[in-house]
Nanobody
Framework: QVQLVESGGGLVQAGGSLRLSCAAS????????MGWFRQAPGNQREFIAR???????AYADSVKGRFTISRDNAENTVYLQMNSLKSEDTAVYYC???????????????????WGKGTLVTVSQ
C-alpha cells in the first residue's frame, strides 16, 4: 500500500524559509514522478512543483525562483525548499505520486495516483 507522509510545515514570518519533506513507501520510489500541490482556504488545489524520475523539474509561475523541489531516492523522500515566503503561500501542502510513466507537461494533475494528507504552512506578515 502506498503511503505519502508530509512533514515540515509550520508558522513562519514573511521572508522566511521552510523545507517540506514527503516520505514515500509502498513502491520503488525512484521509478515514479513526484509532485507538490497546495490548497489555501476557499481556493482550489493548485500545482506547485513536479520532479520526474530523471530529476527534471517544473514549477508554477507563482513560486518559480523561490521554491525548489528535489528528491533523494535512497531515502524515498521528496523535498520542497521554500524561500522568500509570502502571506499568499499560506496553505495546506500536499505531496503526490504519479502512475508509472504517466506524464503530461501541460497538465500536472494528469496521472496522479495518490495524495498525502498534507502539512499546513502559515506565513505571517
Amino acid at each position: 500500500q502506498v503511503q505519502l507522509v508530509e512533514s515540515g510545515g509550520g508558522l513562519v514570518q514573511a521572508g522566511g524559509s521552510l523545507r517540506l519533506s514527503c516520505a514515500a513507501s509502498g513502491r520503488t520510489f525512484s521509478n515514479y514522478h513526484m509532485g507538490w500541490f497546495r490548497q489555501a482556504p476557499g481556493n482550489q488545489r493548485e500545482f506547485i512543483a513536479r520532479i520526474t524520475t530523471s530529476g527534471s523539474t517544473a514549477y508554477a509561475d507563482s513560486v518559480k525562483g523561490r521554491f525548489t523541489i528535489s528528491r533523494d531516492n535512497a531515502e524515498n523522500t521528496v523535498y520542497l525548499q521554500m524561500n522568500s515566503l509570502k502571506s499568499e503561500d499560506t496553505a495546506v501542502y500536499y505531496c503526490t505520486i504519479y502512475r508509472l510513466g504517466w506524464y503530461r507537461a501541460t497538465d500536472p494533475f494528469y496521472g496522479i495516483d495518490y495524495w498525502g494528507k498534507g502539512t499546513l504552512v502559515t506565513v505571517s506578515q
